[in-house]
């Protein structure tokens, strides 16, 4: 998948010194590689410290603890990225299988399990470009929507209820898992160190909400190691004004909607309303290998506020503190 890069950059600069990453000035092309019969392996954590303060207005009171609530949700997962058909100057398709998943919620406990642990053993396929771009998300949105589905309550007697899920958890890991590179403008002409660029990433809530993050990448350094050249990327994070529209063939653009119709989510998310982001900041960092085409590992952490409604005016609004940690790290491959 490097040689498409590496062709394209050569006419565009007319001096590209090889299709080990290296380009005219000092620039580093940063293409996804993929080898015939390998498959990669990555572990995904995702991990929030939630803080609900019922009554701010009692912060300075000794009975303040007594108005938070504090809960924790954790989820971890494997996939397999497995080469299907590897395109050298096109797309190349990409089969994941999720091999393991695990979830762990300290808030209250749902009746049935997690949707996204009905994960294990299920696959879809992407189509990727030698620059990360996902050129089809087709197979990816129709399990999300899958898991959405899974999400709700057997039987309908009370109405349509959906337990607490960790859906835009799954979602975040792998709709976006090329995005710092993918995101590079005039990828063909590489990338210089202290370059920055922008995009934009989804913001995984305990909530119903849909709500995206505005990213600054920057190519901090690249480090020579025993596995080749890595690229140190970092990022800084800050609430976006609004989010993509729902995905579909015609808007390729857009992103997942897990639910349709009407219905009540079960729980505190499901009691409180009318969420609005207070402040939100975060930054991470990311290593990838420029001589493997591979991404290594990223570390991604953000602290986020948001005002909530509670159904009928009683007093102050509360407000949620949350903590996000997302990881991803390559185990094999």
């Not at 100057?89 to 997690?114: F, M, N, P």
């Not at 982001?277 to 948001?306: P, S, W």
Request: charged share 25%; with cysteine; proline share 5%.
């Amino acid at each position: 998948m490097k040689r498409i890069l590496c062709f394209i950059g050569a006419v565009a600069l007319s001096a590209v010194t090889g299709c080990t990453g290296g380009a005219a000035g000092g620039r580093k092309l940063l293409s996804i590689d993929f080898k015939q019969g390998q498959s990669l392996r990555y572990k995904f954590v995702s991990s929030r410290d939630i803080n609900i303060n019922w009554d701010p207005s009692q912060n300075k009171t000794a009975s303040a603890k007594d108005k938070v609530s504090e809960y924790k949700e954790l989820f971890e997962m494997v996939v397999a990225y497995r080469p299907v058909e590897i395109e050298p100057y096109g797309l190349t398709t990409v089969k994941a299988t999720c091999e393991s998943v695990k979830v762990q919620r300290t808030s209250a406990k749902a009746r049935h399990k997690d949707a996204v642990e009905t994960l294990p053993g299920k696959s879809f396929t992407l189509k990727i470009a030698p620059n990360g771009r996902i050129a089809d998300y087709s197979q990816l949105n129709a399990l999300i929507c899958e898991l959405g589905e899974n999400a709700f309550r057997p039987g309908r007697k009370q109405g349509r209820i959906k337990e607490p899920d960790m859906i835009s958890d799954f979602w975040a890991s792998q709709w976006f898992l090329w995005d710092s590179v993918s995101s590079i403008p005039n990828a063909a002409e590489g990338v210089e160190i202290g370059q920055s660029w922008t995009s934009r990433l989804l913001i995984p809530t305990p909530m119903v909400l849909r709500k995206a993050r505005d990213v600054t990448y920057s190519l901090d350094e690249v480090r020579r190691t025993e596995k080749g050249q890595v690229a140190v990327i970092s990022s800084k994070y800050s609430v976006s004004e609004s989010a993509p529209t729902g995905w579909s063939e015609s808007t390729p653009d857009g992103w997942p909607i897990p639910y349709s119709g009407r219905f009540q989510m079960s729980g505190t998310f499901g009691f409180l309303r009318g969420y609005q982001v207070l402040d939100m900041q975060g930054r991470g960092e990311e290593l990838f290998n420029i001589d493997t085409g591979r991404i290594e590992k990223y570390d991604q952490e953000y602290q986020i506020k948001f005002s909530a409604q509670f159904p009928v005016s009683i007093g102050s609004n509360p407000e949620i503190d949350i903590k996000q940690k997302l990881t991803m790290e390559l185990l094999g491959g």
